[in-house]
């Protein structure tokens, strides 16, 4: 689950004064549509940005655990307590792939999850949201990992092969934790008066920052055109948030629900649905960390990190006994 | 070994049985047993494999691209190593 184009924020990366030629060969083969590989020569630029957006979106996989685990304990069903375990344990897992691929740029685990739990990186925003009731678990699948999707399937042709590979394993599970949400607002619309209106409630929080989680408009966005040379990214913030309102206005019609938009009509001429304007400070708000739950959220990771630190500990000592152990037994053997 | 060294292993899944292991990303792991039990969580959580392997990454010793090259150049022009490369008439079966 991502995201918001997380590569439109951080340092902007120093421009290329690698020597021209391999930087030229490097465009060339990124141009022919070739994989790069972790031990191929890279400008230093493309590395950092790879970094940055790996790792920022590595962190809110990890980050966006904690906002639906808040219902595990209160899930209505076992059968729903038993997906959203699931659904938890997949981002957790994508976390992983997606820190080995960075890993694989030269930047360690540690590092990364230091950059985490000191606050200095960036994870996407949405998950300083709260999850007040068991419909938000519905809109969080259903929109939030569906705008995830949205901007997702296009990293699956990422110039850099071990990004891209990892995608495509994200992607082919993001599918279920899309549709899972949506059966949730379905059942929930189907329901009584009053959870009808918790499934609108959801819908009238969560439209809004699922539209930001595309980023700024293209006019805002400083590094798309550099990005989009790279072939990291391959469409604009603006063309995947189009995107994402065409195919999910309907659904939501279909589901008896009001999109939170007094300005939202189909345009004949362009043939898409045209929104509001977007409050973006609210979205730049919640970057700098003032949104509702950044200081929860960074809390509880780390929270995690210190109870843990026990079982590292106990698991590290336990893999250093038996190795010399081993050492031991095998010089035993040789005299 | 502190906690931020837990070495780096490559995980190696065989999806059923008759086919080979294929590699499909790497996890850390204070142990290669830990390794197998991590990838299992990881990577087979829909069924992906019926067989695992784990490695520890220093271990693998991979060739230079930068020498691709010279390394695999030589078997650039010995096409006559591939079937196609001999014409046989039509009217000859079974070749």
Redesign the interface.
């Known amino acids: 689950m991502y995201t918001q184009a997380l590569d439109t924020h951080g340092k902007e990366p120093a421009g290329s004064t690698e020597a021209e030629p391999r930087a030229a060969h490097f465009q060339a083969r990124v141009d022919a549509e070739e994989k790069i590989e972790p031990k191929d020569w890279m400008p230093e630029a493309y590395r950092q940005t790879l970094i940055r957006q790996i790792s920022q979106h590595a962190h809110s996989e990890i980050v966006g655990m904690l906002p639906e685990g808040n219902w595990i304990s209160r899930a209505p069903t076992l059968k729903r307590k038993a997906v959203l375990i699931a659904k938890v344990q997949d981002e957790g897992g994508h976390g992983m792939y997606l820190y080995s691929a960075a890993e694989t740029l030269g930047i360690s685990r540690a590092q990364m999850l230091e950059q985490l739990l000191s606050g200095a990186a960036k994870y996407s925003s949405i998950f300083n949201y709260p999850t007040l009731t068991w419909a938000d678990v519905g809109a969080i699948g259903w929109l939030v990992d569906g705008a995830a999707i949205m901007n997702q399937i296009p990293i699956c042709r990422c110039s850099y092969g071990p990004y891209a590979r990892a995608m495509v394993r994200i992607c082919k599970e993001e599918s279920f934790h899309q549709r899972q949400g949506f059966e949730i607002m379905l059942t929930l619309t189907q329901g009584t008066r009053a959870q009808r209106a918790m499934a609108q409630d959801a819908l009238n929080r969560w439209w809004w920052p699922s539209l930001m989680m595309f980023g700024p408009s293209d006019a805002d966005s400083k590094h798309t055109a550099q990005s989009m040379r790279w072939k990291i990214k391959r469409f604009s913030n603006d063309e995947l948030r189009q995107k994402f309102i065409d195919i999910t206005v309907p659904q939501a019609h279909f589901l008896g629900l009001t999109i939170p938009d007094d300005e939202l009509h189909w345009d004949e001429a362009s043939q898409h649905y045209h929104v509001g304007p977007i409050e973006w400070s609210e979205f730049y708000a919640v970057l700098k960390g003032n949104g509702p739950c950044n200081r929860e959220r960074l809390e509880a990771r780390q929270r995690a990190h210190e109870a843990g630190r026990w079982v590292r500990e106990a698991a590290a000592a336990h893999a250093e006994r038996e190795r010399s152990r081993s050492a031991s037994q095998a010089a035993g053997e040789a005299a | 070994?502190?906690?931020?060294?837990?070495p780096?292993f490559e995980v190696f899944i065989r999806s059923r049985s008759g086919l080979e292991h294929k590699h499909v990303?790497?996890?850390?792991a204070?142990?290669a047993r830990?390794a197998i039990e991590h990838a299992r969580?990881?990577y087979t959580?829909?069924q992906e494999g019926v067989s695992l392997w784990v490695v520890r990454s220093a271990d693998i010793v991979?060739s230079?691209?930068?020498e691709a090259d010279a390394l695999f150049e030589p078997a650039r022009d010995k096409v006559y190593r591939h079937p196609t490369f001999y014409a046989i008439p039509e009217e000859v079966k079974n070749l």
Not at chain 2, 1 to 6: H, I, R, V
Not at chain 2, 25 to 28: A, E, I, Q, V
């Open positions: 070994m502190s906690e931020g060294d837990w780096l990303g790497s996890l850390h204070a142990d830990m969580d990881v959580r829909r991979a230079d691209p930068g």
